[in-house]
């Protein structure tokens, strides 16, 4: 064997990827991390900002909170006909609406205004409730409740009785009637038995005995958690007050709920036993129908913090179970409409203001559309939330008892 052939060819160089392989796997590896911060940050904006909007859900939509009068508008003129209001906010009140006049000591009933200037009303005086009329520099507050402090302002009659609730006893105003027909009434979140006082002469001219009551996180009455669930809990309290209308003689109930008391009214008849074969009619005035898409709607109208772009539904989505989660809120229990079809056979009245920035007016169109067969509905134009008497107290008033004449003894 010679030199040559005993020495090994040298190894063949190992070949080199192509350039745009090589490339392509750095872009995969490079998109890859890419998609996994954005995930990260993905996960980071939606858990802090459904946890913010979840937050404002419960302040803002749960919470019950009970504030005194600021008093901040001020009388500019008074005579014995007329008194000028300079409201602090421009947007407060409409013009057009009965509103209360509130200050230390005393209350009066004004009509609509019969001129304006920037945020100055001049009203017409309906009533002197309580108190004697305020002088000029006085400083009010214009109140949407238009009656306080209880029935004896209507010059009704009227005792207070306590209710037996789950919970324990909740005062409730009872103003008698001729007949043996009760109305239970229930007012909104965070409102009081006053807010019914404007409806009660109607119920009271047609006859009926009326229980205004009070229920669960009320002042006066039992106390939980302080947070509203729009029916899903409180109305076993109702409830409690239809059984107390039966045992003291009434041979027939109509049920009235305002904005909250509304959707307390609706949860009663889908879940309540006791008492609601006396129940002949509902009059539900700006209720909360669906709770979780007045949500949805408040959400439209915002805007995210900083950036000042529109609240992705899918966020809200996000906030909604949160809030459920953290606070018992069943969205599905507080959404009548979707419930309407299990509506006991009891003929309901909705009345609602079509310009409601709060309630808005579709969710009840939705229940009426429901259930045509039970529901009748009645919109107010440019009455704003519980607002629909103030706008208009004739038509009002007369859509009530054209109502109750209809329901069965």
Known sequence: ???????????????????????????????????????????????????????QIRSDGLAVTHTPPGYEDLVVAVDADTVT??????GQDQPGEVVGLWWSGGYAQL???TSTAGTDQVRPVRAVLWGTLPGVGTSVELDGFAVRP????????????????????????LVPGA??????????????????????PTLHRAGLTVLDITYRNDEGAPQTDGLARFGQEEWPDLQA???????HGADGVVLYGLSMGGGMDLAYLLHGTAGLDAVRGVVLDAPTADFGATIEQAADERTLPLLGLPIPDSLVTVAKWIESTRDDVSWSQ???VAQAG????????ILHGADDARIYPATSRALAAARPDLVTLVEFPDAGHVLSWNADPGRYEAEVTAFLATLSP
Do not use: C, K, Q
């Open 150 to 173: 209880d029935p004896s302002a209507l010059n009704l009659p009227f005792s207070e009785v306590p209710i037996a609730t789950p919970l324990g006893e909740a005062p409730a105003w």
């Open 241 to 247: 007050a239809v059984v107390y209308a039966v045992d």
């Open 179 to 200: 007949s043996d027909t009760w109305a239970v009434v229930a007012h909104g979140r965070g409102a009081e038995r006053a807010e019914a006082l404007r409806v009660i």
């Open 334 to 336: 507080v959404d009548y």
């Open 85 to 90: 209001v300079r409201a602090h906010d421009e």
């Open 342 to 349: 299990d509506l006991p056979e009891i003929p309901i009245l």
């Open 111 to 113: 009509g609509p205004a």
């Open 1 to 55: 064997m010679n030199a040559r052939s005993s020495v090994s060819p040298p190894a063949p160089a190992p070949e080199r990827p192509p350039a745009t392989s090589a490339r392509r796997h750095r872009w995969r590896r490079g998109a890859g991390w890419t998609a996994l911060v954005l995930g990260v940050l993905v996960l980071i904006v939606y858990g802090l900002g459904g946890w913010y909007f979840a937050g």
